[in-house]
Nanobody, 122 residues
Framework: VQLQASGGGLVQAGGSLRLSCAAS????????MGWYRQAPGMQRELVAR???????NYADSVKGRFTVSRDNAKNTLYLEMSSLKPEDTAVYYC?????????????????WGQGTLVTVSS
């Protein structure tokens, strides 16, 4: 399974961006999907995640500003970011917990996208 993230860029403080993460592959189903971010010199942190049933949770720092969603038919994850702040500047990664099916067996794995850079200028 491959995850392809896109949508990052440079935006002024107060602006908006939409990130997308498309999963591709064969014989899989996606369970939990999420967005993480890593700022320079910082550890990677959870931003938001969503179950295949649509339950969501967010980091306190983004609540009310970011919205995570997914299109299960397209195996695509989204992150709508608004009221962006300079402290939101980071590389944003998508992550998926996936069940792979092969020879009548199922196994769980996690996959990461390649990251997309979001830069918010003050």
């Amino acid at each position: 399974v491959q995850l392809q993230a896109s949508g990052g860029g440079l935006v002024q403080a107060g602006g908006s961006l939409r990130l997308s993460c498309a999963a591709s592959g064969r014989d899989f189903s996606i369970n939990l999907m999420g967005w993480y971010r890593q700022a320079p010199g910082m550890q990677r942190e959870l931003v938001a995640r969503i179950t295949n049933g649509g339950d969501t949770n967010y980091a306190d720092s983004v609540k009310g500003r970011f919205t995570v969603s997914r299109d299960n038919a397209k195996n695509t994850l989204y992150l709508e970011m608004s009221s962006l702040k300079p402290e939101d500047t980071a590389v944003y990664y998508c992550r998926a917990e996936v069940t792979l099916y092969s020879s009548g067996r199922a196994a769980q794995y996690q996959f990461w996208g390649q990251g997309t850079l979001v830069t918010v200028s003050s």
